[in-house]
C-alpha cells in the first residue's frame, strides 16, 4: 500500500493541517491516574519537544496517543481521523503513516538489526526483492552511523545502539509523524548532535511532523518549535523557549542548568535530640 | 549524663550496627530512653544515617527519647540531611477477604477462557476468509516454527512414548498370559495407544517444551516492548506472533501423535515377540483388527484440539504479561500448568463424545 494519501477534499486538507490532535486525555494504568485531562495539538511540520520530570507520564503520554493504551477518556486524531477503539484495539492503518521510536529501541530479538529495520516494509510490501530491502536498511543504518551492525543480533547491542536501530527502523518506512522517546539519552555528544540534525534535516526535506520526548537541553534547544510541559498529569506550559524563560517556576528551573535546592518536594528532616 | 550510655563505634559497620540495635532496641522494649554517645564516631555513613533514623522513628513513636551525645562537628551536618519521611508510614493494605478473592479469581478465568476463545475465532479467520486482507506474518516463518516447535520434539516423544508402550504391553500382557490371551495385549496397545496414551503423552510433552517457549518468548516480546512497537509499525501481533506458531503446532502436532502412537505399538510387539512368543504377523494382524478407522479420526481430532489448546492458552499467558522478568517466569508457569490441566480436562470431554 502505498504512503502517499488522496487529498482531493478541502476539508481533510485542514484536517491533514493537523497530524496530532489530542483532546482531554486521560490516561493511567491499574487505577492508578498519569495523565488527567491534556490537550495537544501538533501541526504539519512542527518539532514539538513533550518536557517533565522523569516519572511524570511522557511515555505514557505517547503509548496512549499511539493506541498502545486505551485511553480512559478523551480523543486522540491521527490525521484527522480519530483512532477508534471499538475493536478494543485501534485498527492497524491508523499505524500506517507514523513512526515511532521507543525509550529502549524495542527490536525485534529474533531478528537482525537489518532484518529489523527492512521489516516494516518487507511485511507491507511483499513484492520487493531482499536485495532491495537490504540496500534500503543499509542507508537507514548509514543514516544514524550504524551501518557496521547490520548483521549483529539486538541483544548484541550496546543500549545507544539499539536506540539508533530503533530510529533506522522508526524511519524505514518515511512516516509523516515521528514520535520519539529520548531519542539522544545515553548517546555520546557527538551521535547526540548528528542524531538532532539527522531529525532537522528529515523535517526540512521530507516535512516529518514530530514529536519528541528529551531531557537535553542541548537537543531541546536544537529540536524544539514549541515545548509542552507534563507536570502531575496536567500540561502547567505550553509555548516556545522564549516564553518558557517567563513561564511557571518549574518550567524555568527544568530548562535552566543550575537545579534549584533539594528535588522541590520540601520534606523537612529528622528532628534528633543532640547533646554535647 | 545518664549512665547506661551506648557507645557508638568509630565507624558503622554492618557487624557494630546489628549490635547497637539489637542493645537500643532492647533498651526501648522495656521502657527506657536510648542514649548513643557519639564522640568517637568519625564518620556518619549511609548505613548508619539509616540506623539512627529507624530508632528515632521507633523512639517516638513509643513515646521514648533517642539522644545522642557528643557528635563531632561533620557527623553532626550529616545528620541534618536525613529526611523526615518515615513518619508517614502507610498501614498495610488488608488482604482481600475470601469473597473478593473467589471473585476476582473467576473473574480472571473467564476472562482468559473468552481471550483463548476470541484468539481461535481470530486465528480461524485470518487463516480462511481473512486471508486476502493485507497479511503481515515473515515468509517461512511457519516452517521455522514447525522445526523450533514440532520437529525436534520427535526424539523425546519417540523415547518416552516407546518405554510406556513397553510398561504398558508388558503390563497387560502378565495379566492376559494367565489366561494364555497374551495376543490381546495387541489389541490393549493398539487401541491405547492410538486413542488416548499417544495424543495425552505428546501434548504433555509439547505444554512442556513448545508451550512454555512460546510464553517465555512472547512474554519478553511483550516485556520489551517489542509488541507495542509491532503494532506501531501497523503489524498486527496476532498474524505475526500467534499464526505461524498456531499453523506450526496444528501440523506437527498430529504427525507427531502418529509417531508417538506408532513407537508405542512397536514397543507393544517387541514386548510381545520377546516375553510371549508371539509373531509379528499374528500381532500385526491382531492390532489391524482391533484398529477400526474411527479410532485413528479420533486421535486427530483429539490432538488437533490439544494442539489449538497449547498455542492459544501459551499465546494468550504471554501477551497478556505486565511487568518485567519475574512475570515472565510466573507466566510460563501458569501456561504449563492451565495447559496440562485443559488438555486433561478436555481428554475427560472426548472420552465422553466418544463413547458414550
Ligand atoms: N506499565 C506500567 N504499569 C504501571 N505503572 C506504570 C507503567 N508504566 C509506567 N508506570 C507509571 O506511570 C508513571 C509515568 O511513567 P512514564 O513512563 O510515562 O514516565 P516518563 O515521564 O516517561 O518518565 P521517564 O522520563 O523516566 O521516562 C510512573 O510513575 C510509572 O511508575
Ligand atoms: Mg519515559
Redesign the interface.
Known amino acids: ?1 502505498p504512503m502517499t494519501t488522496d487529498r482531493n477534499t478541502r476539508t481533510q486538507e485542514q484536517a491533514e493541517d493537523v497530524p496530532l490532535r489530542v483532546r482531554g486525555l486521560v490516561a493511567g494504568y491499574g487505577t492508578r491516574k498519569i495523565l488527567d485531562g491534556v490537550d495537544v495539538e501538533v501541526p504539519r511540520e512542527e518539532i514539538r519537544v513533550i518536557l517533565g520530570g522523569s516519572g511524570s507520564g511522557k511515555s505514557t503520554f505517547l ?1 496512549n496517543v ?3 493504551e486505551q485511553p480512559w477518556a478523551g480523543s486522540v486524531e491521527l490525521f484527522g481521523k480519530p483512532v477508534d477503539w471499538s475493536q478494543g ?1 485501534p485498527p ?2 491508523s ?2 503513516r ?3 521510536l ?3 529501541g ?5 531478528l537482525t538489526v537489518e532484518q529489523n529495520v527492512a ?2 516494509l ?3 510490501n ?1 513484492g520487493l526483492s531482499d536485495a532491495l530491502l537490504r540496500e534500503l536498511a543499509w542507508i537507514k543504518l548509514k543514516q544514524v552511523r550504524m551501518e557496521e551492525a547490520g548483521d549483529k543480533m539486538p541483544g548484541e547491542l550496546s543500549g545507544g545502539m539499539r536506540k539508533r536501530a ?1 530510529l533506522a ?1 522508526a524511519l524505514a ?1 518515511d512516516p509523516e509523524l515521528l ?1 520519539c522517546d529520548e531519542p539522544s539519552a545515553g548517546l555520546d555528544p557527538v551521535t547526540s548532535r548528528s542524531l538532532d540534525d539527522l531529525l532537522l534535516e528529515l523535517r526540512e526535506t521530507l516535512g516529518i511532523t514530530m514529536v519528541v520526548i528529551t531531557h537535553e537541553l542541548d537537543s531541546i534547544k536544537a529540536l524544539a518549535d514549541k515545548v509542552t510541559y507534563l507536570s502531575q498529569g496536567k500540561i502547567i506550559f505550553e509555548g516556545t523557549l522564549d516564553e518558557a524563560a517567563h513561564g511557571p517556576q518549574e518550567v524555568q528551573d527544568f530548562l535552566d542548568r543550575t537545579p534549584p535546592d533539594g528535588d522541590g518536594k520540601d ?10 | 549524663m545518664p549512665e547506661s550510655m551506648l557507645k557508638i563505634p568509630e565507624a558503622f559497620t554492618p557487624d557494630a550496627v546489628s549490635k547497637l540495635d539489637a542493645e537500643a532496641r532492647g533498651l526501648l522494649k522495656r521502657g527506657e530512653d536510648v542514649h548513643l554517645d557519639g564522640s568517637g564516631l568519625t564518620r556518619l555513613d549511609s548505613l548508619g544515617q539509616a540506623f539512627l533514623a529507624a530508632l528515632h522513628a521507633d523512639a517516638e513513636h513509643q513515646g521514648k527519647r533517642l539522644v545522642v551525645h557528643g557528635l563531632q562537628s561533620e557527623a553532626r551536618e550529616r545528620l541534618k540531611t536525613i529526611p523526615d519521611t518515615l513518619a508517614e508510614e502507610k498501614p498495610p493494605e488488608p488482604p482481600p477477604s475470601l469473597f473478593e478473592s473467589t471473585g476476582a479469581g473467576a473473574y480472571t478465568l473467564l476472562r482468559e477462557w473468552r481471550d483463548i476463545a476470541l484468539l481461535l475465532s481470530e486465528s480461524l479467520y485470518y487463516s480462511t476468509f481473512g486471508r486476502r486482507k493485507s497479511k503481515t506474518v515473515l515468509r517461512g516463518d511457519t516452517v521455522t516454527q514447525m522445526i523450533r516447535l514440532g520437529s525436534t520434539a520427535l526424539p523425546i516423544v519417540l523415547l518416552l512414548s516407546s518405554l510406556i508402550g513397553f510398561t504398558l504391553a508388558l503390563q497387560s500382557g502378565l495379566q492376559l498370559s494367565k489366561y494364555g490371551a497374551a495376543i490381546f495385549l495387541a489389541d490393549g496397545i493398539g487401541i491405547s495407544m492410538i486413542t488416548e496414551i499417544g495424543p495425552l503423552m505428546t501434548a504433555v510433552i509439547l505444554a512442556g517444551r513448545s508451550g512454555s517457549a512460546i510464553t517465555a518468548e512472547l512474554a519478553t516480546m511483550t516485556v520489551q516492548e517489542e509488541v507495542a512497537a509491532l503494532q506501531s509499525m501497523a503489524i498486527n501481533p496476532l498474524q505475526f506472533l500467534v499464526l505461524p506458531r498456531f499453523w506450526a503446532l496444528t501440523v506437527t502436532q498430529p504427525l507427531l501423535t502418529i509417531a508417538s502412537a506408532l513407537s508405542g505399538i512397536v514397543a507393544g510387539l517387541l514386548v510381545g515377540l520377546l516375553f510371549f512368543d508371539l509373531s509379528v504377523a499374528a500381532f500385526m494382524n491382531q492390532v489391524q483388527q482391533a484398529v477400526r478407522l474411527e479410532y485413528i479420526w479420533q486421535m486427530l481430532v483429539k490432538s488437533v484440539t490439544f494442539a489449538w489448546l497449547i498455542v492459544l492458552i501459551a499465546s494468550v499467558k504471554g501477551l497478556a504479561v505486565r511487568g518485567g522478568a519475574d512475570a515472565v517466569g510466573r507466566a510460563t508457569t501458569a501456561c504449563v500448568v492451565t495447559c496440562i490441566f485443559s488438555i486433561v480436562l478436555f481428554d475427560a470431554l472426548f472420552s465422553f463424545i466418544f463413547y458414550l
Open positions: 500500500m503509548r499511539m493506541g498502545l484495539r492497524d492503518d499505524y500506517k507514523i513512526g515511532v521507543f525509550q529502549a524495542a527490536l525485534i530479538s529474533s521489516l516494516p518487507r511485511i507491507h511483499p530503533g527502523r518506512t514520535f520534606e523537612g528532616v529528622m528532628a534528633f535530640n543532640l547533646e554535647d
